[in-house]
T-cell receptor, first 113, second 113 residues
Framework: GQQVMQIPQYQHVQEGEDFTTYCNSS?????IQWYKQRPGGHPVFLIQ?????EVKKQKRLTFQFGEAKKNSSLHITATQTTDVGTYFC?????????????FGKGTHLIIQP | NAGVTQTPKFQVLKTGQSMTLQCAQD?????MYWYRQDPGMGLRLIYY???????DKGEVPNGYNVSRLNKREFSLRLESAAPSQTSVYFC????????????FGQGTRLTVV
């Protein structure tokens, strides 16, 4: 079936270091969304990318959508303890398939003070 | 504004028992979803409803049934619970299926013993 692969599964960083998570799909995505889930919480929408090659920024977070619309990345500059959580990418696949978001397995960000 | 409300928040079932997880949204959204979240597996789509009166299977529908009672409510039923259905269940809704963010409920933590 259609899958969205996300790496790494876990990432330990020192506070102040940068963090990147990557998302890859075997099929073209019509768009990609990113969500953050705090420990014990529910996923919360961060951003959506639609256009090929699109780059969006939210303060220390930079989101990119690949030219082929098959991959995406989230980069956090100078991590803070408030960034702790699991980051999920989620995509809708072009050309049919389930009309629901397909989520990657997420990257758990662990920050060591 | 309550957003997406799920009940119950916690539930323990014995193997073979049945139960219904309730979900309601007050945002006048057309699309609603049920996901399950297991450690290391991310969020997997169980069923979705693109609009009132329609439901479709997602990635892991076996052992579940759903009802889109009206535009606001989307329930998930376990007819004969199994230990493999121990999970955290999230309901979500969005204005339409694609290109719109999903809003998640707080989740239901279900344990089947």
């Amino acid at each position: 079936g259609q899958q969205v692969m996300q790496i790494p599964q876990y990432q330990h960083v020192q506070e102040g270091e940068d963090f990147t998570t990557y998302c890859n799909s075997s099929t073209t995505l019509s768009n990609i969304q990113w969500y953050k889930q705090r420990p014990g919480g529910h996923p919360v929408f961060l951003i959506q990318l639609v256009k090929s090659g699109e780059v969006k920024k939210q303060k220390r977070l930079t989101f990119q959508f690949g030219e082929a619309k098959k991959n995406s990345s989230l980069h956090i500059t100078a991590t803070q303890t408030t960034d702790v959580g699991t980051y999920f990418c989620a995509g809708f696949h072009s050309g049919g398939g389930a009309d629901g978001l397909t989520f990657g397995k997420g990257t758990h960000l662990i920050i060591q003070p | 504004n309550a957003g997406v409300t799920q009940t119950p928040k916690f539930q323990v079932l014995k193997t073979g028992q049945s139960m219904t997880l309730q979900c309601a949204q007050d945002m006048n959204h057309n699309s609603m979803y049920w996901y399950r979240q297991d450690p290391g597996m991310g969020l997997r789509l169980i069923y979705y409803s693109a609009s009132e009166g329609t439901t479709d299977k997602g990635e892991v529908p076996n052992g579940y049934n759903v009802s889109r009672l009206n535009k606001r409510e989307f329930s998930l039923r376990l007819e004969s619970a199994a230990p493999s259905q121990t999970s955290v269940y999230f309901c979500a809704s969005s204005i339409t299926g694609k290109n719109t963010e999903a809003f998640f409920g707080q989740g239901t933590r279900l344990t089947v013993v």
